[in-house]
């Protein structure tokens, strides 16, 4: 059996401040509740950190991506108000998001693996073209909104690509392979 942990009350040296470029979280999802963020808010006064990285930016409690079947047409939606809420609220208090792309929206997910108690998909999706689609439209979008903050100048594109302006009109793009994919204005 080991023996008791000493640990000793005089410093042993100097303590990196590594730890203050970037602290992780648990979902992001936890970021649209109230009381995460007055904690978030007060460990943010009280200690301080540049970036913040959390679990689940396309989870399906994100409402990231949607489908639904009309006529025998798929039409997929992408809403990106949670993403902004969450981003908006870290940026609010000082705090830049590290962008982690996952988990797997369990309507574009090509199985049913989880992992967590909140149901995070870890398979590949079922449809990679789909995938590169949502991936393309989200971090143009996060481009978008916050690149201006940051450079102060937004980013244009050609109208070929979804695409939504800050008045929150929308562009559909034509319909390919007999489905249309339409993202939704924020």
Known sequence: MPGPVVVSADPLGPLSSAWRECVGTGRLNLALRADYLASLARVQREIGFAHIRGHGLLSDDMGVYRTQEVAGRTYR??????????????????????????????????????????????????????????????????????????????????????????????????????????????
Not at 90 to 116: D, H, K, T
């Open 77 to 186: 939606r992408y809403n990106f108000s949670y993403v902004d809420q969450v981003h908006d609220a870290f940026l609010s208090l000082g705090i830049r998001p590290f962008v982690e792309l996952g988990f797997m929206p369990s309507q574009l997910a090509s199985g049913s693996q989880i992992v967590f108690w909140w149901h995070g998909n870890v398979t590949p999706p079922a449809d990679m073209r789909e995938w590169v689609d949502l991936v393309r439209a989200l971090l143009h979008h996060l481009i978008d909104r916050y690149a201006s903050r940051r450079c102060g100048a937004g980013r244009s594109r050609s109208g070929t690509s979804p695409t939504s302006t800050s008045s929150g009109s929308t562009r559909t793009r034509k319909p390919t392979s007999g489905s249309t994919r339409r993202r939704r204005g924020l």
